[in-house]
């Protein structure tokens, strides 16, 4: 992990929903009654400077620092707590805002995607396509399927079609700061299985291997005719993306879209907060970074003149 955790809390009864709407965007009282009643076990809220993670509920089950900065903790600002959203307020259908050819019927050019199959198989517009396989006059890939009705289709085996592994298929659009969720909705055929929707910094999108370079990545499932699968992914600025999917297909199978929607919420930086600190995950293995701390042992982001830190495990003069 690299990041910062703000609270961290053990209950011993499954919380309703309700508890976890009161509870969730805000610190604990450890002494309320309904608090105690749910059996919290373990309550760190990391308010503190330095030492050992103190527990603050009832069981003393305090935490020990291991793998942090050479001389103890880096105890940052904390950006408040939490960020759990409960409502969909807020959320746009911004499809037609940033995608293009996204929805039944799927405009294509003339160009037949298999000949064999005359009138059927049809090269999509506005997609972006990477690693179809081309074999004679068929080339195997998403293309417009006028048999499905003009959906996006994805098949091997059938017709010809070959198997398809990282096969690309995305469009490349800049998005601003915001909440977003792709939904695709299937067609007639759901037969994914192995395939994920990928959204991604640039204008690529990564292999399978590499889904973790990716903003977000979902492997796709059938949900059968209309079913759906959904894609969440944040921006904190406006960026370019890559958007689509990353197919994987082997023998006679056959997925069909209706449907690609985007949708954005609003997106809301949260502040640090005076008096209250989160903890970093460990960064002794990060030596490369150049991560600085005092000599308090806290993560130092802007420096002194003259002043000494510890960097690398060793103490340096900025």
């Keep these: 992990m690299s990041g910062q955790i703000d609270e961290f809390r053990v209950w011993g009864t499954p919380l309703t929903q309700e508890q976890l709407q009161t509870w ?13 009643a749910a059996d919290l076990r373990v309550y ?14 009832a069981n003393a089950n305090h935490g020990t620092r291991l793998g942090f900065g050479p001389d103890g903790d880096a105890w940052p600002l904390s950006k ?5 959203n409960f409502s969909n307020k807020g959320t746009a259908d911004v499809t037609r805002t940033y995608l293009a050819n996204a929805k039944n019927q799927f405009r294509h050019t003339n160009v037949q995607m298999n000949d064999a199959k005359n009138g059927r198989w049809y090269e999509l517009k ?22 499905k009705n003009g959906n996006f289709t994805v098949a091997t085996g059938w017709d010809g079609f070959a198997d398809l592994k990282d ?6 659009v800049k998005l601003p700061a915001g909440l977003y969720s792709l939904t695709v909705t299937y067609g007639q055929h759901d037969q994914a299985d192995g395939s994920f929707l990928v959204v991604a910094a640039g204008n690529k999108l990564p ?11 979902q492997r796709m499932e059938g949900k059968a005719n209309g079913g759906t699968n959904t894609l969440h992914f944040t921006l904190d600025k406006e960026t370019e993306v890559a ?8 023998g006679q199978r056959i997925f069909c879209i209706t449907d690609f929607m985007l949708t954005k919420g609003d997106f809301e930086e949260l502040q640090g907060v005076n008096k209250l600190t989160g903890i970093l995950a460990p960064q002794r ?30 103490r340096v003069v900025k």
Aim: charged share 25%; hydrophobic share 35%.
């Design 285 to 314: 293995f990060n030596a490369e970074q150049g991560t600085l701390f005092d000599l308090s042992g806290r993560r130092v982001f802007e420096t002194r003149p003259g002043n000494i830190y510890i960097e690398n495990g060793r």
């Design 126 to 147: 506005d997609w972006k396509l990477e690693n179809e396989v081309k074999n004679g006059k068929v080339t195997t890939g998403a293309c417009f399927d006028a048999v």
């Design 243 to 250: 958007i689509g999917m990353v197919v994987n297909m082997t």
């Design 167 to 172: 096969h690309k298929v995305y469009q490349v």
């Design 24 to 36: 969730g965007n805000e610190p604990l009282d450890v002494n309320a009654a309904d608090v105690k």
């Design 207 to 217: 292999d399978t291997d590499n889904l973790s370079t990716a903003i977000a990545s």
């Design 80 to 84: 408040g707590v939490f960020s759990l």
């Design 44 to 57: 760190y809220d990391f308010n503190q400077n330095s030492g050992n993670v103190q527990d603050r509920g």
